[in-house]
C-alpha cells in the first residue's frame, strides 16, 4: 500500500520545485531586482564582439590641441563657418554639427551670418536640438538652433542618450519631445542628408496629436545600440588641422562628417558599455556609433515583456528535465554548464540577431534550481525515511525507537534516521541470512528425509504405498518453494552464455516420457540454429519444463502440444510459445494465474498443484530480463509466450 504513494510523492516534489522557479524568475524579472546584472551580461556582449569602424565616417574632433591652438571656447562663429567650407569644398555626403547655437553671438552678429552663409552653400550640414531641464526636476524645454541657423540647417536632430540606473548610456529613443515624441535622433537627421531622405521630424509624429502635458517629455521606441568598439575607435582628426589644412587631399569626399568636442574639459562624455578601465566616450562618437548602427539596421530590440518571461520561466525550469534523472554532482556540473551557455547566449544575441532578452531573473532561478531541487528532495526523504522507519518499528520488533547517540550526533536528526536505517539494515541482513539457514534446512534436512521415505514405501509391502501419494506431493511443495526461493534470490552477475535452442530440445526430452503416457504428441517447431541468451541454465531449464509439464498435464489424451521457438534479429529477442488443447483458460482468472499460491481449477486434476508453478516462471524469467503473456479462451486451449533477450544467433550452415 506504501508503494502507491511514491509515484504522487516524486510528481508532488518535481511539481513544487517547479512552481517555485517559476514563481521566483516571473518575481525577479517583474520587479527588476537584477538590472544590473542584465546590464553586465549585455555589456559582455558588447566588449567581446567588436567591429571595424566604418572608413566612410569622419570625426573633426574639438580637442585640447585645437583649442590651445584657436583659444577658450566657445570660438567665434566665423571659425565654424571656414571649418564648413574647407569642407564642403570636398563634397561631403553630409556635416553633422554636434556644437549647440542656441543663442546670438554676443558683439558679432556678422559671425551668425557668415555661419548661416556658409550651411546655406553646402547643404549638407545637420543641427542639433538639445532637450534639457532648466533646473533639477525643472521644467522640461526644447532648445532649438537660432532661426537663420535652423532654416539653413539640412536637417535637425535630437541629442540626447538614455542613461540606465547605473550611470550608463546603453540606448537611445527613436523620437522624444516636449509634449509629443516630435524629434528625430541627431544620428537620423545625419542619416537622411547622406542618403538624401527626407526627415522623420514630421513623417511619423503628428504635431496633431493630443498631448499629456504641454510639459512633460514624451518618448518612443527605445533601442540599444550595437556599439562598434571602444572609445577612439572611428577614424578623427583635429579641428585646427582641417582649419589648417593640415590633411590629404579627398579625405571627407562622400564621407560622413561629424564635428563635435572630444576635449575632455567640454563634458560632452558618456560612460558606456565599451568604456574600458572608466574611459568615457565623447559625444560626437556616441552620434557615431548610433548613426552606424541605424544605417546597418543593427539597433537592437528588447523583446515583448510576454515573450521575455516565457522565455525566462521555461529556463528556469529547464533543470528539472536532468536533476532527477542523474547523481547529484552531475546534475550540479550540467546546470552550471547550463547556466554559462544561457549567460554566454543572452550576451551574443544582440550582437549577432540585434535582440535583448534580459536573462538574470532566469539566470538566478537556474542558480537556484539545484539548493531547490534538494531540499525538495530532502523533504521527500525525510518523509520516506520515517515511513519506512515507522513501519520496520512495527514488523522488526528488536529496532528501537531512538538509537542510542552521542549529543552531537542527536543534533542532526537526519543522521538519527540513517543511523535508525543502518540498524534496520542490519537486522535485514540477519534475517536473509536465516531465510538461507531456513532454505539449506528444507533442501537437506526435509527433502532427504522425505525421498528416503519414499524409496522405503517403493520397496515395502502394498499397504504401505497409502503413503506414497502424501509423501510425494510434500517432496513436490519442498522442491517447488526451494527453486522459487532460489529464483527469488537470483543475482544476473552470475548468468552464462546459454544455447536456448538446445536448453528447449533437453526439456521436451525430460517431457516425452510423461506425454507418452497420456498419448500426447509435443510437437517440435524450432529454429534452426543457436540462439545465445545470458542466464541461469538450470532455473530456464525449470520454467520452460514447467510450462510444457503444465501443457501436457492439461491437454486431453491422443492430443498434441506445440513448442514454438523464433528469433527476431532486429529486435535481438527470442520468442517461445507453448501451446496446449486442454479446456483452456477464463479470462476472469487469467490474471491471477502467475500469484504466488495460485491454482488453476479447471478440473478435478488441478487441485494437486502447489500453486508455485506459474509464479516460478514469471520470477525466472523477470529475473532475465524477459516476459510472459498467456493467450487462451475457454474450451479452446492456452498459449504460454515468454520473451527473452538474445545476445547472439548463428544458425548451423554458418
Not at 527613436?174 to 542618403?195: C, H, K, M, T
Not at 579641428?239 to 563635435?260: D, M, S
Not at 520561466?313 to 550540479?332: D, S
Not at 545465445?532 to 510450462?547: D, P, Q, S
Amino acid at each position: 500500500m506504501r508503494n502507491l504513494f511514491r509515484p504522487f510523492i516524486s510528481l508532488s516534489d518535481l511539481a513544487s520545485s517547479a512552481l517555485i522557479l517559476l514563481l521566483l524568475s516571473f518575481v525577479f524579472h517583474l520587479t527588476h531586482v537584477l538590472d544590473r546584472v542584465d546590464f553586465w551580461i549585455f555589456d559582455i556582449g558588447q566588449r567581446v564582439m567588436t567591429t571595424s569602424a566604418p572608413n566612410d565616417v569622419v570625426i573633426v574632433a574639438v580637442d585640447q590641441n585645437s583649442l590651445s591652438e584657436i583659444g577658450r571656447w566657445p570660438w567665434t562663429r566665423n571659425i565654424h563657418a571656414q571649418l564648413i567650407q574647407r569642407i564642403s569644398a570636398e563634397s561631403p555626403a553630409v556635416i553633422g554639427f554636434d556644437v549647440i547655437f542656441a543663442e546670438s553671438e554676443q558683439g558679432n552678429p556678422a559671425a551668425d551670418v557668415a555661419l548661416a552663409a556658409a550651411m546655406a552653400t553646402s547643404q549638407r550640414v545637420v543641427l542639433p536640438v538639445l532637450i534639457e531641464a532648466t533646473r533639477t526636476n525643472g521644467q522640461v524645454v526644447e532648445t532649438l538652433p537660432l532661426p537663420m541657423l535652423a532654416e539653413h540647417a539640412a536637417d535637425l536632430g535630437r541629442v540626447h542618450a538614455v542613461l540606465d540606473r547605473d550611470g550608463i548610456a546603453r540606448s537611445v529613443y527613436l523620437f522624444e519631445g516636449v509634449g509629443l515624441p516630435y524629434w528625430q535622433l541627431f544620428a537620423q537627421a545625419v542619416l537622411n542628408v547622406s542618403q538624401q531622405q527626407p526627415t522623420k521630424n514630421q513623417s511619423t509624429h503628428s504635431a496633431n496629436q493630443p498631448t499629456q502635458h504641454q510639459f512633460t517629455l514624451t518618448r518612443a521606441l527605445q533601442r540599444q545600440i550595437n556599439f562598434t568598439g571602444p572609445p577612439g575607435h572611428f577614424a578623427r582628426i583635429s579641428y585646427a588641422q582641417v582649419l589648417n589644412g593640415e590633411y590629404p587631399q579627398g579625405l571627407f569626399h562622400n564621407k560622413v562628417v561629424l564635428v563635435g568636442a572630444t576635449a575632455l574639459g567640454m563634458n560632452d562624455w558618456l560612460t558606456t558599455p565599451v568604456s574600458f578601465s572608466g574611459q568615457p566616450m565623447a559625444g560626437v562618437e556616441f552620434h557615431a556609433n548610433v548613426f552606424t548602427s541605424l544605417r546597418a539596421h543593427t539597433l537592437i530590440q528588447t523583446v515583448p515583456f510576454w515573450l521575455s518571461t516565457v522565455l525566462i520561466m521555461c529556463c528556469a525550469v529547464m533543470p528539472l528535465i536532468w536533476l532527477p534523472k542523474q547523481i547529484p554532482l552531475i546534475g550540479f556540473v550540467t546546470t552550471l554548464m547550463f547556466l554559462m551557455l544561457i549567460a554566454l547566449m543572452a550576451s551574443l544575441l544582440p550582437k549577432l540577431f540585434n535582440i535583448w532578452v534580459p536573462p538574470a531573473a532566469g539566470l538566478a532561478a537556474l542558480i537556484l534550481a539545484y539548493p531547490i531541487w534538494s531540499w525538495r528532495k530532502l523533504e521527500a526523504a525525510h518523509a520516506y525515511l520515517d515511513d519506512e522507519l515507522h513501519y520496520l518499528q512495527q514488523h522488526l520488533l528488536n529496532l528501537p525507537t531512538q538509537p542510542q547517540l552521542t549529543p552531537m550526533e542527536g543534533y542532526d536528526t537526519f543522521d538519527t534516521r540513517i543511523a535508525q536505517v543502518r540498524n534496520a539494515s542490519e537486522q535485514l541482513r540477519f534475517l536473509q541470512n536465516n531465510r538461507e539457514e531456513t532454505l539449506a534446512f528444507i533442501s537437506h534436512d526435509i527433502r532427504a528425509p522425505l525421498a528416503a521415505a519414499l524409496m522405503v514405501i517403493e520397496q515395502s509391502p502394498p499397504e504401505a504405498a497409502k503413503l506414497h501419494a502424501s509423501l510425494s506431493r510434500a517432496l513436490d511443495l519442498a522442491e517447488d518453494f526451494l527453486q522459487t526461493s532460489r529464483a527469488e534470490m537470483m543475482n544476473n552477475h552470475q548468468f552464462n552464455e546459454i544455447d536456448l535452442v538446445g536448453l528447449v530440445h533437453q526439456a521436451i526430452d525430460d517431457g516425452y516420457e510423461t506425454a507418452q503416457r497420456k498419448n500426447i504428441t509435443l510437437h517440435r517447431n524450432l529454429v534452426d540454429g543457436v540462439a545465445w541468451v545470458n542466464g541461469n541454465f538450470g532455473l530456464l531449464h525449470r520454467a520452460i519444463y514447467n510450462l510444457i509439464s503444465n501443457a501436457i498435464k492439461y491437454s486431453p489424451s491422443n492430443t498434441e502440444v506445440i513448442i514454438t521457438l523464433k528469433v527476431y534479429l532486429v529486435e535481438q529477442v527470442v520468442m517461445l510459445s507453448v501451446t496446449d488443447q486442454g479446456p483452456g483458460i477464463e479470462q476472469s482468472v487469467q490474471a491471477d494465474v502467475f500469484k504466488r499460491f495460485s491454482r488453476l481449477k479447471m478440473h478435478e486434476s488441478s487441485n494437486d498443484g502447489t500453486g508455485l508453478g506459474l509464479y516460478f516462471v514469471k520470477t525466472v524469467i523477470e529475473k532475465h530480463l524477459g516476459s510472459i503473456a498467456l493467450e487462451s479462451v475457454a474450451d479452446s486451449g492456452a498459449t504460454f509466450r515468454l520473451q527473452l533477450p538474445m545476445i547472439g544467433f548463428q544458425t548451423h550452415q554458418d
